[in-house]
């Protein structure tokens, strides 16, 4: 088993950053594919970008150019940098690893 938490969300205006934080629990983190998902108000959740355990990174396209995928195996942990935010963005987000979900973090990009 695989626990997974989230950090990092928060309320931030259009054109803003944030930085997501996906820590886990065990060391066998750094041997595994991790993604990370959204699901806004009435969506599904999709697939926002991820990272294999040897750093390959693929993107949605709607993200691509302004969030960037990163892992520091060395703490267990993945990240997911989000620049030039939209109010599309807005959105819970969930680490995703080896069929383990985490908690989510809530993205509200607002002016």
């Known amino acids: 088993q695989v626990q997974l938490v989230e950090s990092g969300g928060g309320l931030v205006q259009p054109g803003g950053s944030l930085r997501l934080s996906c820590a886990a629990s065990?060391?066998?983190?750094?041997?595994?594919?991790v993604s990370w998902y959204r699901q806004a108000p009435g969506k599904e959740r999709e697939l926002v970008a991820a990272?294999?355990?040897?750093?390959?990174?693929n993107y949605a396209d709607s993200v691509k150019g302004r969030f960037t995928i990163s892992r520091d195996n060395a703490k267990n942990s993945a990240y997911l940098q989000m620049n030039s935010l939209k109010p599309e963005d807005t959105a819970v987000y969930y680490c995703?690893?080896?069929?383990?979900w985490g908690q989510g973090t809530q993205v509200t990009v607002s002016s």
């Open positions: 065990r060391s066998i983190f750094s041997m595994l594919d």
């Open positions: 990272i294999t355990s040897g750093g390959s990174t």
């Open positions: 995703h690893c080896w069929g383990y």
